[in-house]
């Protein structure tokens, strides 16, 4: 989740082979780099974790959309589902 949060994509990539996926919110590292507007690991993780929901049945689209995140990070979790 650290990773994601400092948009480092590279350790998000190693994290996403280890299989890392949510934390006790049922957040997931997807989540947290949306609410850090860390576009590079957004990018990254929208290609596993896009459809995953959270303990308050919030996606990360949803939280990106309720938290009003830079426009950027919208887009790029939208185009993830094209």
Not at 5 to 15: G, S
Not at 24 to 53: C, F, I, Q
Not at 62 to 77: K, R
């Amino acid at each position: 989740m650290i990773a994601a949060q400092n948009n480092n994509a590279k350790l998000v990539r190693i994290f996403i082979e280890q299989n890392v996926r949510k934390d006790a919110y049922g957040s997931t590292a997807l989540m947290y780099a949306v609410l850090n507007d860390a576009d590079a690991a957004v990018k990254e993780l929208a290609k596993y974790e896009l459809n995953e929901v959270n303990n308050q049945n919030m996606t990360a689209r949803d939280i990106a959309l309720a938290l009003h995140a830079d426009q950027s990070i919208v887009q790029l979790l939208e185009c993830a589902q094209c």
